[in-house]
Nanobody, 115 residues
Framework: QVQLVESGGELVQPGGSLRLSCAAS????????MGWYRQAPGKQRELVAT???????NYADSVKGRFTISRDNAKNMVYLQMNSLKPEDTAVYYC?????????WGQGTQVTVSS
């Protein structure tokens, strides 16, 4: 089963940018569909962006035009470039790896957007 470790979360001012990284190990990475999800305090976990094994992407309406998901199969990495950050983007961001038989989650990384 694939293991996932997120990094890159921190405190940033509104309008700023961050890049989150997710390092995968222990599985055949290039065949997994990868995603970023987030969970704000008191709210359910929600989808942010996904990228499938052939590179097709999908975004939540709230982040379209601001966030970009990408993957590097040679490095077993997934990234989330976040621009024009808003306070409502504050959440714990989780990386997910999924195939038809299983789904794995990382431990999450905190993103706080505040002045």
């Amino acid at each position: 089963q694939v293991q996932l470790v997120e990094s890159g979360g921190e405190l940033v001012q509104p309008g700023g940018s961050l890049r989150l990284s997710c390092a995968a190990s222990g599985g055949n990475f290039r065949f997994y569909n990868m995603g970023w999800y987030r969970q704000a305090p008191g709210k359910q976990r929600e989808l942010v962006a996904t990228i499938n094994f052939v590179g097709s992407t999908n975004y939540a309406d709230s982040v379209k035009g601001r966030f970009t998901i990408s993957r590097d199969n040679a490095k077993n990495m997934v990234y989330l470039q976040m621009n024009s950050l808003k306070p409502e983007d504050t959440a714990v961001y989780y990386c997910n790896a999924a195939n038809p038989s299983r789904s794995s989650w990382g431990q999450g990384t905190q993103v706080t957007v505040s002045s």
